[in-house]
Antibody, heavy 121, light 106 residues
């Protein structure tokens, strides 16, 4: 089955670090970009950035550059989203998603179920 | 960044109604516009890509149109399972910004 499986919910304190994961299966993981999308409680979708697992080429939204790190380990078909020092405002549901299509028509056709990150003292 | 503005922000409708949601880009994005449906606590689902192409498995009551800066999503005859929040997203350039969403309510 073609799917993206995300790691489980996390509860962290401000200042702590965190790395969440997204494992692809059922397709060639290194052939498609993986994106990350944030959804704060009760709010809309925000595009954070994308990574190409084949060579780890990464593009960030300016809003998130320097705030998070997107990485990938192609040997285990997994992408990551990482924080060095969490803030309460990082509390959100985070989705990973696969970018499909062909230049220049891109869309996100496959989504993980989301990882809920709660940051609270 | 390209700004995407949806209207209305919320919409009340009934089963069987025809509804249209619009999305405007702050600059021309050709036809690089996608539509997603999201239900509470669940991942978004791709409905339409490239402004008017129906994603595989999506019912034909969903349709999209537009190019340049103005786009629309139409549901021809609402079903109970269509009550959800709808987002447009531009894929013309990164960051691939989303609209603020349109909540479709009974």
């Amino acid at each position: 089955e073609v799917q993206l499986v995300q790691s489980g919910a996390e509860v962290k304190k401000p200042g702590e670090s965190l790395k969440i994961s997204c494992k692809g299966s059922g397709y060639s993981f290194t052939s498609y970009w993986i994106g990350w999308v944030r959804q704060m409680p009760g709010k809309g979708l925000e595009w954070m950035g994308v990574i190409y697992p084949g060579d780890s080429d990464t593009t960030y939204s300016p809003s998130f550059r320097g705030q998070v790190t997107i990485s990938a380990d192609k040997s285990i078909s997994t992408a990551y989203l990482q924080w060095n020092s969490l803030k309460a405002s990082d509390t959100a549901l985070y989705f990973c998603t696969r970018r499909k299509g062909g230049d220049p028509v891109w869309y996100f056709d496959l989504w993980g179920r989301g990882t809920l990150v709660t940051v609270s003292s | 960044d390209i700004q995407m503005t949806q209207s209305p922000s919320s919409l009340s409708a009934s089963v069987g109604d025809r509804v249209t949601i619009t999305c405007r880009a702050s600059q021309s994005i050709s036809n690089y516009l996608n539509w997603y449906q999201q239900k509470p606590g669940i991942a978004p689902k791709l409905l339409i890509y490239a402004a008017s192409s129906l994603q595989s498995g999506v019912p034909s009551r969903f349709s999209g149109s537009g190019s340049g800066t103005d786009f629309s999503l139409t549901i021809s005859s609402l079903q109970s399972e269509d009550f959800a929040t709808y987002y447009c997203q531009q894929s013309f350039s990164t960051p691939y910004t989303f609209g603020q969403g349109t909540k479709l309510e009974i």
